[in-house]
């Protein structure tokens, strides 16, 4: 092995010298192996003419093979145009047998030439695909061993990517495509999924590459629910409208998606209810540089508004966004203006100014604190934050003659055991309060939805970073249940469900099958190649840890209150008939709310969030940090 990483590392100009010996070795030993073929001896050989024909045989089959490219050719690389080369230049050096004899009058029996041909055309292609062999074996240490998903034309593409690669080996297709059982591509062989694991086994290999990029998500689940059990990771290649515009490369490998995992299919966004509120018109969002709100602003950019008022408290979030959204009238040649503007949704001068100014039409009220325990923890800033930061922003749009305001609320603010989905519910409240009014144009609605993939606080990111450290993996319950949906399928259906309100709607997002948290922790560790680490499975990698629920935290979430919904123009949008308060009625609760929150007082905030027909069941104590340090 020594000798042969010897020779591999030789200058080029070195290995060609050493080719061309090799070469001239085989047109000389095939020249008289083919006489021997012939006739059996070759001590009749005359020895004159018999070694002209070799010596120009020779030599024009050496420069027939150099002006072919044949010693251009690197060997670890070799391709069937480097078999094509050596054909072509065996048929030349055969006719020049043939021809050289002739005009030389040597006694060349007539199918010697033919023989001759055969011979050196599998000696010369022979031994390069053994060096190649044999280099493939040296560089192959260290490299994984991989399936590849899928026997299309991507995934053939991809094995064709990784015969050069230096991280990665091939070892076989899996496709469930019947008219492939059992044959060979690429002399890979296609397997069947019941087949492939005792291929994993024998070969050793750590990874499954999906080769299915046009793929619907549903179709992707499904085959993902069936490699999950093997032990090896599974790995992705991006989208083929980016492999096709030139954004990825077919061998640019990434982790699953969690999206794959839930398999639901995004709808086809329907364009008028998207420009519908957009187009030409001067938009605001609040809380544009969350991770709702800064969707809202791609989505909307993306429908030419006159202006986008990008209205955020972080400082740090309002330059993020402003700087992206910058970046993208750009790149696509928009016409919109992006104003950044730092402001809280609690300063409600500041609300009404803002939007007088730049004549908002459209309001996304996307501005909230969301997380659960943080709430719990910190009351006070919540309840004023969500509530009245949305009363505030809501009476400024009145104000200000906004045509149309939405509001981006929670299904956590259904039957709420929280102070947050409590807080969400006022809101809702406050805007039914406003929209029965009929002093005013402004339409308002609300939109309610699950948990959306990537999120601030969402669970992927924190389980692949557990992953990542070798576990464990926590979860609150083993029988906890969330909906799911991505950020960019929940930014279009509020654009939408926005366009079709009327005035005080509450429009509810079909989220798809609820999905168990451990289910979906299992599936990340088995398709990082990584076994449970259970008690019947004490080796394993990664071990679940319950950590129990969190302050406020249900088991499962609930979207509707009642049972009265209604179908929409849209197929995942539906449209809810919930219980609402008075403007003046409201106004009371929010005075003495007001007055509670001033005072600190915890017992009263609890007991006006019960009283204000928002549902609120709470589940535990009062978790505010400072009410329990004081007392």
């Excluded at 929670?410 to 006022?426: E, H």
Aim: aromatic residues 8%.
């Amino acid at each position: 092995m020594l000798k042969l990483k010897y020779i591999w590392n030789l200058p080029r100009s070195m290995k060609r010298l050493i080719s061309l010996f090799i070469d001239s070795t085989f047109i000389i030993a095939s020249y008289y192996a083919a006489h021997w073929a012939r006739l059996g001896d070759l001590m009749w050989l005359p020895k004159y003419d018999n070694e002209q024909v070799l010596l120009g045989t020779l030599v024009i089959t050496l420069f027939a093979f150099t002006k072919l490219g044949l010693y251009r050719a690197i060997l670890r690389y070799l391709t069937f145009h480097a078999l094509y080369v050596v054909s072509i230049g065996t048929i030349i050096s055969a006719v020049s047998v043939g021809l050289l004899a002739y005009y030389l009058n040597s006694e060349v029996p007539r199918s010697v030439p033919i023989i001759y041909g055969a011979f050196l055309a599998l000696s010369c292609g022979g031994i390069r695909l053994i060096v190649r062999v044999l280099l493939n074996q040296s560089f192959s240490k260290g490299r994984k061993n991989v399936l590849i998903y899928g026997a299309g034309s991507a995934g053939r593409q991809l094995a064709l990517s990784l015969r050069s690669s230096e991280t990665h080996k091939v070892i076989g297709f899996i496709d469930q495509d019947k008219t492939l059982e059992n044959t060979v591509l690429m002399g890979l062989k296609v397997l069947k999924i019941e087949h492939a694991e005792k291929v994993i086994d024998r070969a050793n290999v750590t990874q499954i590459l999906l080769a299915i990029p046009s793929a619907s998500r549903s179709r992707r689940k499904e085959i993902l629910d069936e490699l999950v059990h093997l032990s090896a990771e599974v790995l992705t290649i991006p989208d083929m409208g980016d492999i096709v515009s030139g954004k990825a490369k077919i061998d640019e490998l990434k982790d699953v998606a969690i999206e794959d995992l839930l398999g639901r299919d995004p709808v086809e966004p329907q364009q008028a209810l998207m420009e519908a509120n957009i187009k030409d018109k001067h938009v605001m969002v609040t809380g544009a540089g969350g991770s709702i709100g800064s969707e809202l602003c791609r989505q909307i950019i993306t429908q030419q508004p006159k202006s986008l008022l990008v209205y955020e408290l972080s400082e740090f979030a309002l330059y993020q966004i402003d700087r992206e959204l910058n970046v993208i009238c750009k790149e696509s040649g928009f016409n919109t203006e992006i104003i950044p503007l730092l402001g809280s949704v609690q300063r409600s001068n500041r609300l009404t100014m803002v939007m007088k100014t730049f004549n908002v039409q459209t309001v996304y009220h996307a501005a909230a604190y969301k997380h659960v325990p943080l709430v719990e923890y910190n009351v006070v800033e919540g309840v004023r934050n969500n509530v009245y930061g949305t009363y505030y922003t809501a009476k400024a749009a009145i104000e200000a003659k906004v045509e149309s305001f939405v509001l981006i609320s929670t299904d956590k603010a259904v039957r709420p055991t929280n102070v947050m989905g409590a807080s969400k519910r006022m809101a809702e409240l406050s805007l039914q309060a406003l929209a029965a009014e009929k002093n005013h144009n402004t339409r308002f609605c609300m939109v309610r939805f699950g948990n959306v993939l990537g999120s601030s606080g969402s669970v992927i990111p924190l389980f692949k970073k557990q992953i990542a450290a070798g576990g464990p993996i926590t979860v609150t319950h083993p029988d906890i249940i969330r909906y799911f949906m991505t950020i960019p399928e929940a930014a279009q259906l509020v654009i939408q469900a926005g366009a079709m309100g009327k005035g005080g709607d509450v429009f509810v997002l079909d989220m798809g099958k609820p999905v168990r948290i451990v289910d979906l922790a299992e599936n990340l560790i088995h398709l990082s190649g990584l076994e449970v680490k259970t008690d019947k499975a004490p080796h394993g990698d990664i071990e679940i840890q319950y950590s129990g629920l969190r302050p406020g935290e249900k088991l499962y979430e609930e979207l509707l209150i009642g049972e009265n919904v209604q179908k929409t123009a849209h197929s995942r949008i539906m449209a809810a008939n919930e219980d609402c308060l008075k403007l003046g009625e409201f106004d009371g609760l929010i005075d003495k709310l007001n007055t509670a929150c001033h005072d600190f007082d915890h017992r009263a905030i609890r007991q006006i969030l019960i009283d204000a027909r928002t549902q609120f069941n709470p589940t535990d104590g009062i978790e505010d940090l400072v009410w329990k340090h004081k007392v």
